[in-house]
Structures are given as C-alpha cells and as structure tokens.
C-alpha cells in the first residue's frame, strides 16, 4: 500500500545552554535552536513506515521565522523524509498546544496524508497536548503513547504500553498518532544525507496562506525555574521494621 506519512516536529533550544539565574528566571540568549528530541523518533518512524509502503515520508514544522535557518532545515531533513513543509510566521512566539495544533491541520489538510506521526511531547514544554488535539481538528482516529506499528492492508496495528498490559489496535486510516521514544532508534545522518538534504523540496507556508490566524495570543507572565533544595543525604540501610520506621518518620518531617 502507497502512503503518504506526515511527521511533525517543533524547533526547541538546546537545555545544556539554558542559564538559570538567581531569581530564578531562564536566559536563553546563548541557548542554539534544534529539533526536538523526542520528534526524532516520530521523523524516524514516519521514514521507515513510508518505506515499508512504498510511500513518502514528509516532515512538518510550524514557528516563528527563527526556524526558517538552513542548518535546522538541513538537520530535519537528512534524517530520511523526502519533502519539508513549514509554516513560519512570527504570530506562532505565543501559539498555545490549541493553536499550533489548528496550525498543523490547516497545514496536513493542504498537503494530504495517510497518517501523521507527532512525538510523545515537546522537549521544552512537554505538555503532550499537540498530537491529542491535531486529530480532533482533522476529525480522524487519534492514539497516544504507541511504541509499535505494522502496516496492515489500509489500517495500522498500534500497540501501547499501558500500565498493566499492551494494547493492540488495528486503527482505520487516516490517524494521527504520538510515539513514544522507545518505538525505534533514530538514525544518525551521515555526510551523504546532509549533503542529498540541501537538495530536498522545502514549502513554506504563512499563516494567511493556510487561512488561519492566532486570534488570541498569550502573554507569558513569567517563567520560572522550580525552586532547589539541598539533599537531605539520608542514609537508612536496611529492611527490617526499626529501619522502616526511621525511613517513615524521615519522610514525615518533610511533609
């Protein structure tokens, strides 16, 4: 079966390069962008799924014009997929998981597709909530945390890790789903693929060209690293009741 397989993934700065300062608010003035760690997978997966149907694997990201940059393009794109298309508009700085999904969809609809692969979350925010409401935008069969999929003659069988036991879905296309990291191991680009992806088709879109707009924009108040403590750094070896009790009454002081 021939499918059209759509991965999307989201621009983020690198967290070794995040300064926390003294009252607790972030610089991320030295912090360079990159794909999103946990969109790798969703990328990787969207390959090797397109190859297995004979597909094409396209690769999607919406943001503001910070991601327009060649280095970041050419990163996406050397892992595999055939095609790369953006929305870039400076509107997106204060898009909310709602509106990037509405972004997305506008921009899925336009290019058509078989199946979208979104990562398990962001690797800045992590709220998880993107891959959720981009199905329910586009109206299709939406699953999260699936760490397998098998092509089955118009339909994928997913499975999900729940808590107790392994869900098996044989699921309808067109979905959307959101992978988990452990799905596959994402291929590192060699020389050759960098090279071959500056010479891949890129589609930029902006907002008005999808007909969408970010009606109600969010004002971040402030963001704040959590507040450190120091270890307790104790130690209780040990199983029997006494040592049991001491942990129990340790933790009791605390709470």
């Known amino acids: 079966m021939s499918m059209k397989v759509i991965a999307c993934y989201k621009i983020v700065p690198e ?3 995040i300064i926390i300062k003294a009252d607790r608010t972030l610089d991320m003035s030295k912090a360079v962008l990159k794909l999103g760690q946990y969109d790798l997978p969703a990328i990787e997966e969207a390959v090797q799924t397109a190859e297995s149907a004979g597909g094409k694997a396209i690769i999607l990201c919406a943001g503001p014009t910070e991601i327009d940059n060649s280095k970041l393009i050419k990163a996406a794109l050397s892992r595999g997929a055939a095609e790369l ?11 909310d998981a709602s509106q990037t999904a509405g972004v997305l969809a506008a921009a899925a609809a336009k290019i058509g597709f078989d199946l979208i692969i979104c990562g398990e979350g962001s690797s800045d925010i992590y709220a998880q909530q993107v891959g959720a409401q981009l199905g329910e935008q586009l109206q299709v ?4 945390a699936v760490n397998n999929i098998k092509l ?7 499975e999900r890790a729940l808590e107790r036991e392994i869900e098996v879905l044989d699921v ?12 596959n191991l994402p291929r590192i680009p060699q020389l050759k693929d960098i090279l071959a992806a500056g010479k891949k088709p890129v589609t930029k879109w902006g907002l008005s060209e999808l007909g969408v707009s970010i009606a109600n924009p969010i004002d971040v108040v402030s963001t704040l690293a959590p507040e450190s403590k120091e270890r307790r750094q104790i130690i209780i070896e040990g199983d029997s009741d006494d040592k049991v009790e001491a942990f129990l009454q340790n933790i009791k002081k605390d709470l």
Not at 85 to 95: I, L, N, P, Y
Not at 152 to 158: A, D, F, K
């Open 15 to 17: 967290e070794l390069d």
């Open 85 to 95: 298309f953006m929305v870039v508009d400076d509107a997106m700085k204060t898009a």
């Open 141 to 144: 069969n939406t699953f999260n």
């Open 152 to 158: 089955n003659n118009g339909s994928i069988i997913v």
């Open 172 to 183: 309808p296309l067109p979905a959307v789903i959101s992978v988990t990291t452990d799905i």
